[in-house]
């Protein structure tokens, strides 16, 4: 099984960092995030979950809407299974 590790970070602006290292990604409280990979998903895991009102999988789309409760510079490790 192949996987990725992403970091999901709160900012002001949503961006896209692609460091040689792992991917972070920025996003907003009641904002969505959707990730489409090229490979069909078959599964992910999300810490601290609590921090979104919406974490769905469907086929090679992850989709991420974040809570108020995810505040500004915290990080949120997600790692994303093929």
């Known amino acids: 099984m192949t996987w990725v590790a992403i970091y999901i970070r709160a900012c002001a602006q949503r961006q896209l960092h692609l460091p040689s290292k792992t991917p972070e990604v920025c996003i907003r409280p009641e904002l969505s995030l959707t990730l489409c990979?090229?490979?069909?998903?078959?599964?992910?895991?999300?810490?601290?979950?609590?921090?979104?009102?919406?974490?769905?999988?469907?086929?090679?789309?992850?989709?991420?809407?974040?809570?108020?409760?995810?505040h500004d510079g915290e990080r949120v490790p997600v790692t994303v299974y093929f």
Not at 46 to 63: A, N, P, S
């Open 37 to 70: 990979f090229d490979a069909k998903l078959a599964r992910v895991e999300v810490e601290g979950r609590e921090w979104f009102r919406r974490v769905k999988l469907v086929d090679d789309t992850l989709t991420l809407v974040a809570s108020e409760a995810l």
